[in-house]
């Protein structure tokens, strides 16, 4: 009878085999999810951070051991490398979705300990965890979208991940001083949206509790009394999935829009999940998540809701 140890002997020598014939294996390894934070909140989109990332790894291992070894710091030759894969990527992006169905909102996330219980605990590597911060909200990821690609890349390289102008500008292919500006200039976006949002965690969930539950009960007063005036509700179906095409604006034409689903669904589970590191909506049917709200509060009210519905888009989400 073959024990746990004993299976785990073979992957242990493997690794070890490994290291021997590359020493810098598990240090360059170290660099993967660090790799993928920046690229998803460079992209929106997991399975475009996973593709950098791999192209990154495979440009590593295209050079030879002696083109290796003369690189000074691994660390940042990679992060240089995926950051001009991501601005490449940020240029064609815009063609790219002027022939995507409808409205494009970024990959939503869940919580890494609900990720991992979706997928059963089989087959995520820790590496492939987002770490859920203020610069993955919803709220700010769609801010970035409204940035130039070197705006972007400036901003999130040295405000988030802290690396100086002077490496910034290496990536981007401007002056350090250039960059200083387009960071400068992604900054004030980022500032308005933060007035805008109260993003309190236990205060937006009290909110999206009861918007919950008004949906639930179909009390469209209560919907309209969780709802900002002038809110949107922006939906992502890519296609692949039923959603309105436009966003729709007004508390009031928005809750018509959610009571008509209630009516009109199949039987369904609304859940309470974080999504992005906010508190949000899952809803399930027939034993898989179709969609994922996000939301944007602001004075207790509800300002923007995020449906997206797209099957490619909900790969992390899986049922606990």
């Known amino acids: 009878m073959t024990t746990p140890s004993d299976q785990a002997q073979p992957d242990q020598a493997q690794r070890q085999a490994d290291e021997q014939r590359d020493p810098d294996l598990s240090t360059i390894m170290s660099e993967r999810r660090q790799l993928l934070n920046l690229?998803?909140?460079?992209?929106?989109?997991?399975?475009?951070?996973?593709?950098?990332?791999?192209?990154?790894?495979?440009?590593?291992?295209?050079?030879?051991?002696?083109?290796?070894?003369?690189?000074?710091?691994?660390?940042?030759?990679?992060?240089?490398?995926a950051g001009r894969i991501c601005l490449n990527l940020l240029g064609s992006a815009r063609a790219r979705r002027e022939s995507y169905v409808g409205e494009w909102i970024p990959e939503p996330l869940p919580d890494p300990a609900e990720w991992i219980a979706g997928a059963g605990g089989v087959g995520v590597d820790p590496a492939d965890r987002i770490t859920l911060d203020e610069s993955v909200s919803m709220a700010f990821l769609v801010v970035f979208e409204s940035m130039t690609p070197a705006e972007r890349v400036a901003f999130v390289l040295h405000d988030v991940f802290r690396y100086p102008f002077a490496e910034v500008a290496e990536i981007v292919g401007r002056s350090p001083a250039a960059c200083r500006q387009l960071a400068s200039s992604a900054r004030r976006r980022i500032a308005a949206a933060?007035?805008?949002?109260?993003?309190?965690?236990?205060?937006?969930?009290?909110?999206?509790?009861?918007?919950?539950?008004?949906?639930?009960?179909?009390?469209?007063?209560?919907?309209?009394?969780?709802?900002?005036?002038?809110?949107?509700?922006?939906?992502?179906?890519?296609?692949?999935?039923?959603?309105?095409?436009?966003?729709?604006?007004?508390?009031?034409?928005?809750?018509?829009?959610?009571?008509?689903?209630?009516?009109?669904?199949?039987?369904?589970?609304?859940?309470?999940?974080?999504?992005?590191?906010?508190?949000?909506?899952?809803?399930?049917?027939?034993?898989?998540?179709?969609?994922?709200?996000?939301?944007?509060?602001?004075?207790?009210?509800?300002?923007?809701?995020?449906?997206?519905?797209?099957?490619?888009?909900?790969?992390?989400?899986?049922l606990s």
């Open 194 to 318: 933060r007035a805008e949002a109260s993003p309190n965690a236990a205060r937006q969930a009290s909110v999206v509790r009861r918007f919950k539950a008004a949906w639930e009960a179909r009390d469209i007063e209560a919907l309209i009394g969780l709802l900002d005036p002038g809110a949107t509700a922006i939906s992502d179906g890519g296609g692949r999935a039923v959603a309105h095409l436009l966003p729709i604006e007004g508390a009031e034409q928005i809750a018509q829009l959610y009571l008509a689903i209630a009516r009109l669904a199949p039987p369904r589970t609304i859940l309470e999940r974080t999504v992005n590191g906010l508190p949000g909506l899952v809803v399930e049917s027939g034993g898989r998540v179709e969609t994922v709200f996000a939301f944007k509060i602001a004075d207790d009210r509800i300002t923007h809701i995020w449906a997206v519905r797209n099957p490619d888009k909900l790969r992390p989400w899986g």
């Open 39 to 81: 690229a998803y909140r460079l992209l929106g989109s997991l399975a475009d951070a996973e593709d950098v990332v791999q192209e990154t790894y495979t440009r590593w291992y295209a050079m030879s051991r002696a083109e290796q070894q003369a690189i000074r710091s691994p660390g940042a030759w990679l992060t240089k490398v």
